[in-house]
């Protein structure tokens, strides 16, 4: 059994063999059967969620819900998890601080997966590479960008790259970049020559910086043949991505996300049976 923390943890053969557990994820119907995962999403949550507990319903499991407040009581977390590894089979936490999670991966004799944290989202990241994947031919030799604020998407970009191996580059003001990143502040002159363009929604305090960074069609013109337009959702047309480029050719669409739930499905099994 292994936690599923950071994609860094991992080579690129274990993730991709995650990829294969969901190409024939229809041959572990009932690999939960008797199991129970312990979730704890807050109520704002809407796609993680609901593509984690139908992907447990579906593989025969049962799921129990908490708000992760509860992992903010007085109560040394090593005792509670000292008594949740009785009753659980894996516990998938969305939680802001990353250091929680591995000090329950510590706790826990069973697997830790992350559903988000303000460093990272690896499950929101093994999806979309997974989509890409499934539509273009060499989607780690494609060049991304990523135009956006320093912020646990960003980071999650940069996570994945680090761990698959593709190139990726930034478009931002200058104050907002992600260390370590590729980057260049000119969007027109960043977006030029790349295929997979990524995005991420702007907080209400620093939208007025990012006045020049909106993906439109005309931005997305100047991009590779072929580029795409990939924005994490919840996306807000008018700010990061107009109204039109989500109604273009470029937007890849609501169906992209569907593999969400069998990645998810394919990380469950994985750390569960460590295959």
């Known amino acids: 059994m292994q936690s599923f923390i950071k994609l860094t943890d991992f080579s690129i053969e274990e993730l991709l063999a995650i990829f294969k557990i969901a190409d024939s994820i229809e041959n572990y119907k009932g690999f939960l059967a008797g199991k129970t995962i312990v979730m704890f999403f807050p109520e704002s949550s809407i796609r993680t ?12 499991g049962q799921s129990i819900l908490f708000d992760p407040d509860a992992l903010d009581k007085k109560e040394d977390i090593r ?11 894996a516990v998938i936490v969305r939680y802001k601080d990353i250091s929680m999670l591995d000090r329950m991966a510590e706790a826990l004799s069973i697997p830790v997966i992350n559903a988000l944290t303000d460093d990272n989202h690896p499950c929101e990241m093994m999806a979309d590479l997974y989509a890409l994947s499934k539509r273009r ?4 030799g494609d060049k991304y960008l990523f135009v956006g604020a320093d912020g646990n ?7 994945a ?8 580059s930034q478009s931002c003001p200058e104050r907002h970049r992600i260390s370590e990143v590729p980057y260049i502040k000119d969007l ?4 030029a ?45 008018g700010e990061e991505v107009s109204e039109g480029v989500i109604d273009s050719k470029y937007f890849v669409g609501y169906e992209f996300k569907k593999d ?14 460590n295959e």
């Open 49 to 60: 969620r609901v593509s984690f507990e139908k992907g447990i319903y579906l593989l025969g």
């Open 79 to 89: 005792d509670v998890c000292g008594y949740l590894q009785n009753w659980a089979d």
């Open 137 to 140: 031919e060499d989607y780690l």
């Open 153 to 159: 998407i960003g980071r999650a970009w940069k996570e």
């Open 161 to 168: 790259a680090e761990a698959f191996g593709f190139s990726l």
């Open 188 to 191: 027109k002159d960043a977006i």
């Open 193 to 237: 020559g790349k295929d997979i363009i990524c995005t991420d929604s702007i907080p209400s305090d620093i939208i007025d910086d990012f006045r020049d960074y909106q993906i439109t069609e005309s931005v997305m013109s100047l991009a590779d043949p072929n580029a795409i337009l990939n924005p994490c959702p919840p996306f807000y047309r």
């Open 260 to 273: 969400l739930l069998k990645i998810q499905q394919a990380i469950i099994i994985y750390c569960l049976s």
